[in-house]
């Protein structure tokens, strides 16, 4: 039955979604069309024959699709036991434990790891899934400024004159997604030493810095009081993601994280695909030399025609129009030219602040960027 007469009960989503709509923030689903210039695939092993070899020959060596089962049950393959190894090993790990997503993990970690009576503390710039499972956890939660450390230790201090005697847990991504800076991670470190552990999101970051795309945070992995994220999806061209860490952490996972236990297990030929991933970033490392190239001539052109533009220095490379209609509208302009850039809207990122993310990737050619440039340099002024 439809329901009761006169009763709509699709009446709040509706309005809900008439309401973003007259604000300009309503999102819809876009195909991609154009030029790379909004994946996540910096180094272009999304599509690398090598990648898609490695994943092929699995198959045919009958490797399953999917796992069938969570870990703690027929999910758990020979496959993900030997890449959680031997990504362990890449990033200099005690141990690695996987996840179907970042997003996934992330939650899963602080939803399960930091206690009651500690303390989570978040950069304000924080990745969705990192509040999410803030909001999910047994921790108080706060934020402090970003990349701000004397603004954390202020508020560490202010938390322990209070009397609380609990582990802080300090979550920072080492790359920002939206902002494409870094995290100050020597210094956070310290403040971990201290009070206890730092939580270091590499998603952005992974396969594009570090010896062999090991990351920001290469120098701190191994220590028991530093845990770090990599996920698939980005770099990497699969999807999937790992946390790393000292082997009681993740073993307390396996033991107490709903997400981990209850969720069916990865798809062993992503399995597969990571494994080669990481032996690919080992590889070729004129992969992330060329990235970098892409990242001066952005950075270098930028500063010819659009001095006003302050550049990250990544391969994120964010452009503040400000409001949200006009900035929507320069991207679907930029879209007609062929260039496939999206708009960012709060609540993204912060009110005032609607962008366009630029994401410099080996999709694209120097000549896709000079050619971006001037369309940027001649479309701007319009606003």
Not at 7 to 22: P, T
Request: hydrophobic content about 45%.
């Amino acid at each position: 039955m439809a329901g009761s007469v006169g009763v709509d009960r699709l009446a709040f989503y509706r309005q809900d979604m008439d309401q973003l709509a007259a604000r300009g923030r309503l999102r819809g689903l876009a195909e991609r069309a154009g030029i790379d210039f909004s994946s996540n695939d910096y180094i272009g092993l999304a599509g690398s024959a090598r990648l898609g070899d490695a994943v092929r020959n699995a198959v045919r060596e009958g490797v399953p699709v999917g796992a069938a089962g969570s870990r703690l049950l027929r999910g758990h393959t020979r496959w993900q036991a030997e890449f959680e190894d031997h990504a362990a090993r890449f990033f200099g790990a005690d141990a690695a434990l996987g996840f179907g997503g970042g997003y996934v993990a992330n939650f899963a970690l602080f939803s399960t790891l930091p206690q009651r009576g500690d303390l989570l503390l978040m950069d304000e710039l924080s990745h969705a899934s990192t509040h999410e499972g803030a909001r999910s956890g047994r921790a108080e939660v706060q934020k402090f400024r970003h990349g701000d450390v004397s603004h954390a230790e202020q508020v560490i201090k202010m938390w322990r004159r209070a009397g609380h005697t609990g582990a802080v847990w300090i979550a920072v991504e080492s790359l920002y997604s939206m902002d494409g800076d870094v995290a100050p991670l020597d210094d956070l470190v310290g403040l971990a030493d201290q009070h206890g552990f730092l939580v270091i999101d590499e998603a952005h970051a992974t396969g594009v810095f570090g010896p062999d795309g090991r990351g920001l945070s290469h120098r701190l992995e191994g220590r028991e009081n530093v845990l770090t994220l990599h996920t698939m999806g980005k770099a990497l061209g699969g999807s999937g993601a790992l946390i790393c860490g000292a082997r009681p952490l993740l073993d307390f996972m396996v033991n107490r994280c709903r997400p981990f236990i209850f969720a069916t297990a990865p798809s062993p030929l992503m399995a597969v695909a990571g494994r080669t991933a990481l032996d690919i970033l080992r590889d070729e490392p004129w992969r992330r030399d060329e990235l970098q190239g892409h990242v001066a001539l952005f950075g270098a052109e930028m500063a010819q025609r659009l001095p006003q533009m302050q550049i990250s220095g990544s391969q994120i490379a964010p452009l503040i129009v400000g409001p949200d209609a006009p900035t929507m509208e320069l991207a679907a302009r930029i879209r007609k030219r062929g260039f496939d850039i999206r708009g960012v809207r709060p609540p993204t990122v912060p009110d005032g602040t609607a962008r366009l993310r630029v994401s410099l990737t080996l999709n694209a050619t120097r000549q896709d960027i000079l050619r971006l440039a001037e369309t940027l340099e001649e479309l701007w002024p319009d606003l």
